[in-house]
């Protein structure tokens, strides 16, 4: 059965930071490449960082280069985000789920978790 379940969203303050867990079934998570991808109101989903299966390589979204790390512990199925320098434009809802396709093509989400960024 397909999990995702995303954790450590909040409300800080500009300049701010929090760290995004996402615990993925055995299923998705191994030999994927896994994203974290975030929608705003009124926007389209989108990705903003991605590793490799290994971890050997990341990815990052320009607006978030420089602060946000994407990593992955392969042996708990899990993925964190550490989110630094946060800036009221990365309110949103965040994802976890598989980097290897369009995010339209994935059937299934987990129920994400709010980030509130005040300014």
């Known amino acids: 059965q397909v999990q995702l379940v995303e954790s450590g969203g909040g409300l800080v303050q500009f300049g701010g930071s929090l760290r995004l867990s996402c615990a993925a079934s055995?299923?998705?998570?191994?030999?994927?490449?896994m994203g974290w991808y975030r929608q705003a109101p009124g926007k389209e989903r989108e990705l903003v960082a991605s590793i490799s299966s290994v971890a050997a390589r990341t990815n990052y979204a320009d607006s978030v280069k420089g602060r946000f790390t994407i990593s992955r512990d392969n042996a708990k199925n899990t993925v964190y985000l550490q989110m630094n320098s946060l800036k009221p434009e990365d309110t949103a809802v965040y994802y976890c789920?598989?980097?290897?396709?369009?995010?339209?093509?994935?059937?299934?989400w987990g129920p994400g978790t709010q980030v509130t960024v005040s300014s």
């Open positions: 789920n598989d980097a290897s396709r369009d995010w339209r093509s994935i059937a299934y």
């Open positions: 055995e299923g998705i998570f191994r030999v994927k490449p």
